[in-house]
T-cell receptor
Framework: SQQGEEDPQALSIQEGENATMNCSYK?????LQWYRQNSGRGLVHLIL?????REKHSGRLRVTLDTSKKSSSLLITASRAADTASYFC????????????FGEGTQLTVNP | GAVVSQHPSWVICKSGTSVKIECRSL??????MFWYRQFPKQSLMLMAT?????????EQGVEKDKFLINHASLTLSTLTVTSAHPEDSSFYIC???????????FGEGSRLTVL
């Protein structure tokens, strides 16, 4: 299966700054999800946005979805050192039976 | 949220041996579970879809005889890496969802090291 692309691959910012990560995908989707992964750990679900939604908020997270451009962005506001992790987008393609295709991921480092 | 448990969290084995990894949904039933593999500093690659009561569906390039999947109950799927070799060393992660096209919950992963 084709993987989506994320940019940047790595992002290093100072605490308090905002972090924006982008994701592009190739197929029509049911939904798009963002996950966080601390080094060597499992994935933690952050937010799910459905194909008929354009924007969603959850705490310090803001996700946008542009199905015409097949892209999504994840914004983390007022970042904290504890936000340091890898962030992955994952798409649930139409007809895929809930099989997720993951993007390449963005390694976020928040410096205290 | 729903909880998915994996066991063991890490395992070291000798080349040629077989290793079984369990994935359990603790507070929901899952007719479908997914197995992923993740190499260092890379993304997750779907290996197979585990279907309760029927054969697993493998992704292209994944050897079904190498990676045996059994989904004998609605809360348990197992992945057996047969005749493991060093190149099978990886992080194996399972996931499941209480509903179709909903949030997927992931286990903590199992790190396999084959010597």
């Amino acid at each position: 299966s084709q993987q989506g692309e994320e940019d940047p691959q790595a992002l290093s910012i100072q605490e308090g700054e905002n972090a924006t990560m982008n994701c592009s995908y190739k197929t029509s989707i049911n939904n798009l999800q963002w996950y966080r992964q601390n080094s060597g750990r499992g994935l933690v679900h952050l937010i799910l946005i459905r194909s008929n939604e354009r924007e969603k908020h959850s705490g310090r997270l803001r996700v946008t979805l542009d199905t015409s451009k097949k892209s999504s962005s994840l914004l983390i506001t007022a970042s904290r050192a504890a936000d340091t992790a890898s962030y992955f987008c994952a798409t649930d393609a139409l007809g895929s039976g809930s099989r997720l295709t993951f993007g390449e991921g963005t390694q976020l480092t928040v410096n205290p | 949220g729903a909880v998915v448990s994996q066991h063991p969290s890490w395992v070291i084995c000798k080349s040629g041996t077989s290793v079984k990894i369990e994935c359990r949904s603790l507070d929901f039933q899952a007719t479908t579970m997914f197995w992923y593999r993740q190499f260092p500093k890379q993304s997750l690659m779907l290996m197979a879809t585990s279907n309760e009561g029927s054969k697993a569906t493998y992704e292209q390039g994944v050897e079904k005889d190498k990676f045996l999947i059994n989904h004998a109950s609605l809360t348990l799927s197992t992945l057996t890496v047969t005749s493991a070799h060093p190149e099978d060393s990886s992080f194996y992660i399972c996931s499941a969802s209480p509903e179709n096209h909903g949030e997927l919950f992931f286990g903590e992963g199992s790190r396999l090291t084959v010597l």
